[in-house]
């Protein structure tokens, strides 16, 4: 990143975007702060393969493992390609198919993502949770299986990246918190973080975007609509919790009945990054 960012960012270089998913406060039905998530544990971030020796030395002290990789074969081919990072066993989670990631369909969400108002990304955003689900289980039950270090310390801790860190991922984290009782308004607030994130490349982006067929022949107007799809608007994060409320009757129950989790692996999620005491989660570990 070009310059440093307070945390919940983590300055990487080489990177943008790039944050620790812990510290939001986890609430009762009344309000009441209960705990806050485990940090030093899940981050999430852009596509890493532009790392450098320093960032990855970064990395690797932030007790970062595994990555899972969201994006589309046709992304990555258009990307150049992933780069291995030496310590980091990367995992290929595509929410999306190569045929459902046409340049049709591409372009399709490209209008989703950046029309007014909410209604067109929260389509786009239950689209993610349904084609993503079945590899949204791989990452949760890989958290789930993780053993906190004892006493804040890093690791050890995965990454989850899409192409910018912002929608895809957005979708998954947004979901989680949820699901660990972090309220609407965080859950918004910290997806909008990626409006900092973001800031350092943003225009690299937008200019990209207005290549594109989408945004090209509509002049400024098209640009508009290119800056509104590299944002991260808090209200459309709001709109998608009000979706998934609607449709699974709760982040729960859509990790339970999309992603196919079991009561127990639900609760161990919980415990791993619900700030629960190391100790015992270490005796459910081992039981």
């Not at 960032?55 to 390609?81: C, V, Y």
């Not at 955003?125 to 890989?142: E, M, W």
């Amino acid at each position: 990143m070009d310059s440093e960012l307070p945390p919940p960012f983590v300055t990487v270089p080489s990177l943008t975007n790039l944050r620790d998913m812990g510290g939001w406060p986890i609430v009762d039905s009344n309000g009441t702060v209960l705990s806050t998530v485990r940090k030093h544990i899940l981050y999430r971030g852009p596509d890493p393969s532009p790392v450098s020796d320093t960032g990855l030395a970064k990395l690797h002290e932030l007790g970062i493992t595994t990555s899972f990789d969201l994006r589309s074969k046709p992304q990555i081919d258009k990307a150049g390609g992933y780069k291995e990072l030496a310590g980091i066993q990367r995992t290929w989670c595509p929410v999306f198919s190569e045929a459902d990631y046409s340049p049709q369909k591409a372009a399709a969400r490209y209008v989703q993502y950046s029309s007014d108002g909410t209604e067109g990304i929260v389509e786009a955003f239950t689209d993610i949770l349904v084609h993503g689900a079945p590899v949204f289980r791989n990452v949760l039950l890989h958290v789930a299986a993780l053993t906190p270090a004892a006493d804040g310390a890093a690791g050890p801790a995965c990454l989850v990246h899409c192409t910018t860190g912002n929608n895809r991922t957005g979708v998954l984290m947004g979901v989680l918190l949820s699901l660990l009782g972090v309220h609407d308004r965080d859950i918004a607030a910290e997806y909008a973080l990626s409006n900092a994130g973001l800031a350092p490349i943003r225009q690299r982006v937008v200019s990209r975007l207005v290549k594109s067929p989408v945004f090209a022949n509509d002049g400024e107007a098209g640009r508009a609509r290119a800056e509104r799809m590299v944002g991260a608007r808090e209200e459309s994060m709001l709109a998608m919790l009000e979706m998934v409320r609607r449709r699974w009757g709760s982040a729960e129950r859509y990790v339970r009945d999309a992603c196919g989790l079991t009561d127990d692996e639900v609760e161990r999620l919980k415990w791993v990054l619900g700030g629960g005491d190391v100790g015992e989660c270490l005796e459910k570990a081992a039981s």
